[in-house]
């Protein structure tokens, strides 16, 4: 007998139809007992001590599904297994209970052993790999491996690097390098000594648009890299380029891109400044004695000074030093051996520039450790974060392409050039354009279907001389015809003189033009006498002169409709319009203001004459 989904077998039958029954599940030890009456209706004795077979299947359903997610996220993700086990149990609780940790391992490492090929053992064979693979890493359709470089000391090298990215970001105008290597995140197979990563700079944000597996760090190998991305991305000009103060990346940057300005990193000259005053036993001295951290203080400066006077400052620290009693010989004697006569002062001077330092990158470098999670990332791990921060880019780039509240402020500072200040801003203006250019064709066609001349006034000739009173030649009257939307090369309007006022104030313009005619417009018509007073006043300030920014409020032309003037117009306040006059100003003496608008002034002049306010008298009538 079956009956709420458990199975039952008979065991006695009493006369009269009663009967008696026990679980029968098979491969379960199971107490539970049934009674069957008379009449049929079943009597549960004693419990079952498992599931039914409906929610026993049911529970099987939901392990394999279970069991489907962990598998099918094993093979795509390149998150370790554990933690892709914790965020499913948070999801299926239920499943999980069924489902452990030890049970499930076992099949999603087996997973993953399908999908991973087996790490390559040098640099040289990760390239291979990626040469008959190079669609596994795919970037916005376009192609993340670019190529395995080969040095001249036999040093092989990988390039990673979105076409699409690259070309986006420069045709925003970014013009601004920075390049740095960091071994940290490195994978831990193959060995590889850096992975060094080009940044580009664009709206003062950071874009790392390349990123090279290094074998070595030798000027060799910097050389083929810089090639190689130089031919892949021709497009990138950089005017500006910042580095550290590695020999060997410095000679390959001025090899490779002579028509840039190689500039290195404020930051890393105060660090190595401070790791050898360090590494020379000064930190206890310098901590303690005013004069002596004084002296460490400065020569961090002198890298703000121009490159010329940098020996000078180097020689009044030293002065400093010798009339406070501070010993650090040997930290001078560094400095001159290592900053002055190795690198030389041209080197690590920043003075006059923008951006000082690249901590861009070591922030970058920071935020990469963090995703990796690990010293030593697995290789193939490594690869697909490297895809998912370069697409994070794209969307990066196309927010600062439409956010542009910054751009007169980077400007100003010196943070972004002229041309990526004009491809930011250009868009500002795509409406106004679109509006206007549509506005014109509507109108040219809208003067292709008149019928009769354009000009009604000029198209008889002979009515001119109808009354002798008006005997004036037409060329006298009317100007030569141009394009409205031509700007004057004389007078650099934005909108030349216009032809109808010329007739409108003239005599002969008091002839009766035909009738049924279209009338017509000029640019004037379309000018507002607000716009064109601050365009005059502007004109009267000199150009050199520093604009302010003037609020301007357009008044409208009905005032006498808004206030109506009314028969004590005299002895309304001028402001509010409401209240009675009742305080006169002092020096100036006018008797204008009400108390609530002299007390609310933001700008304490007279309405009047625009006079200072020293202070205010109350004149009783």
Not at 423 to 451: G, I, K
Request: hydrophobic share 35%; glycine share 4%.
């Amino acid at each position: 007998m079956d009956h709420q989904g458990f199975h039952y077998r008979c065991t006695k039958t009493i006369g009269g139809g009663k009967r008696y029954y026990v679980c029968a599940t098979p491969n379960v030890y199971c107490k539970g007992t049934a009674i069957q009456l008379e009449n049929g209706t079943i009597i549960i004795k004693k419990p079952h001590s498992h599931l039914g077979n409906s929610e026993a299947f049911n529970c099987m359903k939901v392990k394999k599904n279970f069991r489907g997610v962990l598998v099918d996220r094993a093979k795509s993700e390149t998150k370790s297994l554990i933690e892709i086990y914790n965020e499913e149990a948070i999801r299926n609780p239920q499943a999980a209970v069924g489902y452990a940790w030890p049970t499930a391992e076992a099949s999603m490492r087996q997973a993953r052993r399908q999908i991973v090929p087996p790490l390559p053992h040098t640099v040289r064979e990760l390239g291979e790999y990626l040469d008959l693979n190079n669609n596994r890493y795919i970037c916005n359709n376009s192609l993340l491996y670019q190529g395995w470089i080969n040095d001249s000391n036999d040093n092989y090298n990988i390039m990673f690097a979105c076409q699409d990215l690259i070309n986006a970001v420069v045709h925003q105008g970014a013009t601004e390098m920075h390049a740095d290597g960091t071994f940290k995140v490195v994978p831990s197979m193959p060995h590889c000594r850096q992975l060094f990563i080009i940044h580009l700079i664009l709206q003062n944000h950071s874009i790392p648009v390349c990123f090279v597996l290094m074998q070595s760090k030798t000027e060799a190998s910097y050389n083929a890299v810089l090639e190689k991305f130089k031919t892949k991305f021709p497009n990138v000009r950089p005017t500006l380029v910042m580095i550290d103060y590695e020999t060997g990346l410095r000679n390959s940057f001025l090899n490779v891109y002579p028509e840039a300005v190689v500039s290195s990193c404020w930051f890393h000259y105060v660090q190595s400044l401070q790791k050898n005053v360090k590494k020379l036993g000064y930190t206890n001295y310098v901590k303690e004695n005013l004069a002596a951290k004084m002296c460490v203080k400065m020569t961090a400066a002198l890298a703000l000074l121009p490159h010329n006077l940098i020996e000078r400052g180097f020689q009044d620290i030293k002065t400093y030093a010798q009339d406070h009693q501070i010993q650090l010989s040997r930290f001078f004697t560094y400095f001159a051996s290592f900053w002055i006569a190795r690198k030389t002062p041209e080197c690590f001077s920043v003075h006059g520039q923008s951006r000082r330092t690249n901590n861009n990158i070591e922030s970058f470098h920071s935020t990469l450790k963090q995703n990796f999670q690990v010293m030593y990332p697995n290789l193939f791990t490594f690869l697909e974060h490297l895809k998912k921060i370069t697409m994070k880019q794209h969307i990066i780039v196309d927010q600062l392409g439409q956010g542009l509240a910054n751009s007169t402020a980077l400007l100003s500072t010196g943070a972004i050039t002229t041309k990526e200040f004009l491809l930011q801003c250009s868009h500002t203006t795509d409406r106004y354009l679109e509006r206007e250019l549509s506005w014109e064709d509507e109108h040219l066609s809208s003067e292709e279907e008149v019928q009769g001349p354009n000009f009604p006034i000029i198209a008889s000739p002979n009515r001119m001389n109808m009354n002798a009173n008006y005997d004036i030649a037409i060329e006298n009257i009317l100007e030569p015809e141009v394009n409205l939307f031509e700007r004057d090369e004389v007078t650099n309007d934005p909108v030349p003189a216009a032809i109808i006022p010329a007739l409108v104030n003239h005599p002969a313009a008091e002839i009766n033009p035909p009738n049924n005619l279209e009338e017509e417009y000029d640019s004037s018509d379309f000018e507002i006498p607000e716009d064109a007073e601050m365009h005059m006043w502007q004109n009267f300030r000199d150009s050199d002169e520093y604009q302010d920014i003037i609020p301007f409020v357009r008044v409208p032309r009905n005032l006498h409709e808004l206030y109506p003037q009314t028969a004590y117009e005299e002895d309304i306040c001028i402001v509010c319009r409401v209240a009675p006059r009742t305080h006169a100003i002092i020096p100036c003496g006018h008797k204008v203001l009400c108390i609530d608008c002299l007390t609310q002034l933001e700008v304490r002049i007279c309405p009047v004459c625009n006079s200072n306010i020293d202070n205010a008298l109350r004149v009783w009538q």
